[in-house]
Nanobody
């Protein structure tokens, strides 16, 4: 397993930008797929975006396409979520996830690792 730590959350304005970071510590960080999920009050956790171990294969939810960009820098074992054109409905706790493969990033397994979450609040 790996240890994950999110940072970069905070207050944003509609139309503005924020960048989230997820630092990974452990020997398998750069071998794992990684992704971002979010959970708003009263809502179930939802998938936001994912990226394969090499960074070439990416996926994102329709709700964030064209606005959010996922990336990773394996030289520093860090994944990023660049959020632009923020909307109030983006308000949620954002969680970083590491999984053995891209095919399982959207499902929970015993090999997954999760960060503690970082709050993003977007004002209208």
């Amino acid at each position: 397993q790996v240890l994950l730590r999110e940072s970069g959350g905070g207050l944003g304005q509609a139309g503005g930008s924020l960048r989230l970071s997820c630092a990974c510590v452990g020997p398998s960080c750069n071998d794992n797929a990684m992704g971002w999920f979010r959970q708003a009050p009263g809502k179930e956790r939802e998938f936001v975006a994912a990226i394969a171990q090499g960074g070439g294969i990416r996926a994102s939810a329709n709700s964030v396409k064209g606005r959010f960009t996922i990336s990773r820098d394996n030289d520093v074992s860090t994944m990023y979520l660049q959020m632009s054109n923020l909307k109030p409905e983006d308000t949620a706790v954002y969680y970083c996830k590491s999984a053995p493969a891209m095919a399982t990033i959207r499902r929970d397994t015993s090999l997954d690792s999760w960060g503690q979450g970082t709050q993003v609040t977007v004002s209208s």
